[in-house]
T-cell receptor
Framework: DGGITQSPKYLFRKEGQNVTLSCEQNLNHDAMYWYRQDPGQGLRLIYYSQIVNDFQKGDIAEGYSVSREKKESFPLTVTSAQKNPTAFYLC?????????????FGPGTRLTVT | AQSVSQHNHHVILSEAASLELGCNYSYGGTVNLFWYVQYPGQHLQLLLKYFSGDPLVKGIKGFEAEFIKSKFSFNLRKPSVQWSDTAEYFCAVQRGNKLVFGAGTILRVKS
């Protein structure tokens, strides 16, 4: 059963702690993406990766970091520098980068920082 | 700033009513356009997409959208909604490697 998995579904952290969100895909897709979803703001792109060992900042990368050591994995670290980390985080993948390709989304991780 | 605008944040309809959700974008040139839907507790999934050709595109579950280039619009329509269409709907524009999303429209269908 192909798809994107994100774990955990809910995550709670204390302010000042870094936290890493997991994203795994078995679709054999080259490109992967991280979005943040806030009520009334839609989805905003944090980071994306077109290929293994390469990634680019999206529109709101400050306070976040990523790695892409394996094709199927694209973990996102929310650092203590992120001013408003509480949000719903969505991972996506596509067969390749560029235009004309559909992105497939995971179930999301809801992060709460207190 | 370049953006994607969805006109209504909340829409409430009765079953069998017709639906039209507005989407406008401010990018010039060639764009690829999408509507995604997020049902309660489910993954974001693709409803329909426009890349080129016939500006009236049909998607899943009886949804369709019309691309009007002169108006920079890509409105989503359904002739008769069902209770199961209750969800949040997102319009998105693809520019290069990136998808830019609108703020979303929450649709509630009353049975």
């Amino acid at each position: 059963d192909g798809g994107i998995t994100q774990s955990p579904k809910y995550l709670f952290r204390k302010e000042g702690q870094n936290v890493t969100l997991s994203c795994e895909q078995n679709l054999n897709h080259d490109a992967m993406y991280w979005y943040r979803q806030d009520p009334g703001q839609g989805l905003r792109l944090i980071y994306y990766s077109q290929i293994v060992n390469d990634f680019q900042k999206g529109d709101i990368a400050e306070g976040y970091s990523v790695s892409r050591e394996k094709k199927e994995s694209f973990p996102l670290t929310v650092t203590s520098a992120q001013k408003n980390p509480t949000a719903f985080y969505l991972c996506a993948s596509s067969i390749g980068p560029g235009t004309g390709v559909e992105q497939y989304f995971g179930p999301g991780t809801r992060l709460t920082v207190t | 700033a370049q953006s994607v605008s969805q006109h209504n944040h909340h829409v409430i309809l009765s079953e069998a009513a017709s639906l039209e959700l507005g989407c406008n974008y401010s990018y010039g040139g060639t764009v690829n356009l999408f509507w995604y839907v997020q049902y309660p507790g489910q993954h974001l999934q693709l409803l329909l997409k426009y890349f080129s050709g016939d500006p009236l595109v049909k998607g899943i579950k009886g949804f369709e959208a019309e691309f009007i280039k002169s108006k920079f619009s890509f409105n989503l329509r359904k002739p008769s909604v069902q209770w199961s269409d209750t969800a949040e709907y997102f319009c998105a524009v693809q520019r290069g490697n990136k998808l830019v999303f609108g703020a979303g429209t929450i649709l509630r269908v009353k049975s």
